[in-house]
């Protein structure tokens, strides 16, 4: 296996799970409780660019133009370790990697950021994966990340074991007309990050149980509203399902709460804006910053009634995105 001699780059988008993944049977092979289904967005991405040399001593990471410390990129060089064991080589990396999106905050940083690098990793060690040994390779960084190396409508299927748990892509290049508007509340990390959360969701809260159950049916229901191009049934399965999962956080011990006073506002504006005839349905990952999910044709006024709630730069219009690309 030859590692390149040039850097490969590598550029994900996000996704935001319309049925979520919150919880894990594996913690380090990321084999996930149940199944989970989401969309690819086209505005928030990371690039990312990786070179094995032999000149190297240690990893170097470079994230968002600020070079980590060893304890920062651990979680980067444990991944890389993988990389190398799969590759049968070892060589040191440089990566560089800059999110188009807010880091830690609820927007899947980590989806994008793991998709990225397990791109331009794999490759620049040699290996030509092909999208579902990729996206394998992705769950490993991050259980979210599984999902990004497709783009539309996509599902990780659970799986049993390193071999069987992988996305598959649902409808690539969705032919309806859908949009999410993301409103970006604040950009602060948050305290309790994704890993830690379900894992204190999984062994504490009493919910957790009926959690798996609804999961799997919501699951179901959601590849049949994109099956029949359901919108009704797409938004209401995907807001109850998000609900569900923020259910765990608040049943959990020591409780806690991705929802900030401006997500209950805005949930409660999407309610709103139903009784008022207009259909759109809300979710949220673990973080405050919600996601609205439209028809394309109503995401511009959507998002301006918001954007008078919340100001013009906190709101974005995002539509379904592509998958992994990697330069050569
Ligand atoms: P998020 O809601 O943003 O996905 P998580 O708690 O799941 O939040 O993960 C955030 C972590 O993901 C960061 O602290 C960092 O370790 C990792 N991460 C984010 N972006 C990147 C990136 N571009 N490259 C490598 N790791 C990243
Ligand atoms: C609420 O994929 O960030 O966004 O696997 O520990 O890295 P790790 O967690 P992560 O968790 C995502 C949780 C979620 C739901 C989802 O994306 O399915
Ligand atoms: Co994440």
Known sequence: MAITDHPITAKAHTNIALVK????????????????????LDEFYTQTAVQFSPSLAADKVVFDDQTLSATDSLRVRT????VRALAHIDYRASVTTQNFVPTAAGLASSASGFAALAGAAS??????????????????????????????????QQGHDDATSYAYPIDEQPTWDIAVVALVLTAKQK???SRVGMKRAVETSPFYPAWITASQTDFKTMKTAIETQDFELLGHTAEQNAMRMHALTLSSDPTFTYFNADSIKAMN???????RGISCYFTMDAGPNVKII???????????HFQTAFGQDHVLVTRPGAGISISD
Do not use: E
């Open 21 to 40: 993944y919150w919880g894990k049977l594996d913690d380090q092979l990321i084999i996930p409780q149940n199944d989970s289904l989401s969309i690819t």
């Open 79 to 82: 991944f890389l370790d993988q």
């Open 123 to 156: 490759r620049a060690a040699g290996l030509h994966l092909n999208r579902q040994d990729l996206s394998r390779l992705a769950r490993r960084g991050s259980g979210s990340a599984t999902r990004s190396i497709f783009g539309g409508f996509v599902a990780w």
């Open 191 to 193: 305290k309790i990050s």
């Open 269 to 275: 504006m999407v309610r709103d804006l139903r009784l």
């Open 294 to 304: 439209c028809h394309g044709s109503d995401a511009k006024r959507i998002a301006q």
